[in-house]
């Protein structure tokens, strides 16, 4: 019956798309919004051939034992590459610390807990501590976190100290821990709490043992992210622990120390003559490397958290 | 004994509602909770007041003389000027490049591209991914794009070390952000406000402009202004794209594109700066200069939660 049916397919085609020129500004937009979507792979692009070549053509002129010299001296060609490990460990252990019982208690008491009322006038001290730039939270920790609680409680002697500036990467990070995790416990159905509530559990227990096992993937999620925010946070330690610029291999936190990223600064801020140094051995080169050590870092532990989340999702 | 029963279980049930089982450890565990919200309160509140009395002799004494002081080696004479123009000017970048850029990519990739599509994916994957790759890194880009290999343009005679070459790295670094905002705003216009378009016989992008953009438009408002204070306050990347941190020629001479083509400073620099410096005097300086870069970036904040607040909608 179909095949009885003789249509003008292409006129009737032509007629149902309009005019040309409306169709030929709709393709033209369309190209404009695809070439912007697409700079970001050619961003990703950019980064990648950018630390690659660089980090490479360090490595091919360095003596790889410089890597694992003992100390960070790039000045004087010393590279120890387990020296500012031991520093962003430190660093990044402190902050997890300070910031996955904040953020996590934070997030549970906005999610579970709080009434509307509460919410409206307690979130915005999350987002209010989200917008403080990271100097200011690094002079915070130089100025105030170190003087009374790392020397005072600690008795630390250095201006500097590890302790401190992970302390204030820890208040950095206490923002995107709380968010993330509240939206995840947001997105438990209330049907799981009311069915728990209805066999008689109090609100601890329907807490514990109900919303926080169905929204785990997001609180691990949640928790990785954090891991990878402390790791890349340059200004705190820049400014509370790692002045100086060298390091030495020590995992004594009431010392003075050195991460990949405040490394990196410590040298971009370096007199002109260690940037453009011509021949031999620039020091300035390994900045190139810690760029692509960092970038490969956050890009494994960002992927794990997706991978986490979607493994673990149930949808409801 | 049906009324007696009934008393029995009433009697039984009321003790188990009122304290009988008096719930310490749940009382603990809410205080808790509350307790571990009210020390980020009051960090925040330490923050703010240390800052406050720290910036005060340098805020009361000099006032208006420090915001419109140069970079200086003397205590008694450096201000923000510089900074706060600089900084400025490298935002202009960003909300003349990002901000429109990243609106384009998020209607492309929620009006336009298909879900399933294996490319939409990777797509969203990279920008995700480039939303948690560390500040300091896209530093380490600008500087091998912008300074050095577009020098030419950039900054000839700054070794690309310019306004432009900042601006443009702050714009790269915020994209993403502002991608993933815009498309968050843009789902949470409903289907059927685009099916009413479509119904009408509207193309695709009259679809978007005349409907979605417009109900879209106070969430990609409120995350523009995010961003942009996001980008206010960024030091890092700044730092590698050589934003100066000692002295800088007061200027004045050149016309505009020499000027974009010059070195630069940014606020959040000559805070870092003055905070290697030593002595009471600097720290002093250093919180003035916090004080200053904060009011604009908390004013601005304030002012995206109230317009969320107020334009906001459930559908």
Known sequence: ?316 | MTVAGAAASRSTVELALRGKRRDVASRVFSGLLLSSLLLSLFILVALLVSVLVDAWPVLSTRGVDFLNGNLSRFESRAGVRQGLIGSLILIGFVAVIAVPLGIAAAVYLQEYARDTSRINRVLIANIRNLAGVPSIVYGILGLVVFAQALRGITGPQSNGLSYISGGLTLAVLVMPFMIIITMEALRAVPRSIREAAYGVGATRWEVVRSHVLPYAAPGIFTGAILALARAFGETAPLLVVGSVTGYLSAGGGGNVLETLQGPYTALPTIIFAWSREAGDEWAQLTAAAIVVLLVVILVVNLAAILLRNRYERKW
């Open chain 1, 1 to 316: 019956m179909a095949a009885t049916v003789v249509t003008p397919a292409g006129d009737v085609r032509r007629s149902l798309s309009g005019n040309p020129r409306r169709r030929r500004k709709e393709r033209s937009i369309h190209g404009l919004l695809v070439v912007a979507a697409g700079l970001s792979i050619l961003v990703s692009i950019g980064i990648l051939l950018a630390l690659a070549f660089r980090a490479v053509s360090f490595l091919s002129d360095v003596q790889l034992g410089a890597l694992w010299s003992g100390t960070w001296r790039p000045r004087q060609g010393q590279f120890d590459l387990i020296a500012l490990f031991l520093g962003s460990a430190i660093v990044t252990g402190t902050a997890m610390l300070v910031a996955t019982p904040l953020g996590l208690g934070s997030a549970i008491y906005l999610s579970e807990y709080a009434r509307p009322r509460a919410r409206r006038a307690l979130k915005p001290i999350i987002e209010t501590l989200a917008g403080i730039p990271s100097v200011v939270i690094g002079f915070f920790a130089l100025a105030v976190i170190n003087p009374t609680i790392v020397q005072g409680l600690f008795g630390a002697t250095s201006p500097f100290t590890m302790l401190a500036a992970g302390i204030g990467v820890g208040i950095l990070t206490v923002p995107l821990i709380a968010s993330v995790a509240e939206d995840a416990m947001h997105a438990v159905p209330g049907a799981l709490r009311e069915a728990a509530y209805g066999i008689g559990a109090p609100r601890r227990t329907v807490t514990i043992r109900v919303v926080f096992p169905a929204a785990i993937s997001g609180i691990v999620a949640a928790l990785i992210l954090g891991i990878s925010r402390a790791v890349g946070e340059t200004m705190v330690v820049a400014i509370a622990a790692g002045a100086v610029g060298n390091a030495t291999r020590t995992i004594d936190p009431l010392e003075p120390g050195q991460t990949f990223t405040a490394a990196t600064a410590s040298l971009a801020i370096g007199s002109d003559q260690v940037r453009t140094s011509g021949s031999g051995l620039n020091a300035f080169e390994v900045l190139y490397l810690l760029g692509a050590i960092l970038f490969l870092f956050t890009l494994v532990l960002n992927v794990t958290s997706e991978r986490v989340v979607r493994r673990v999702r149930r949808d409801y």
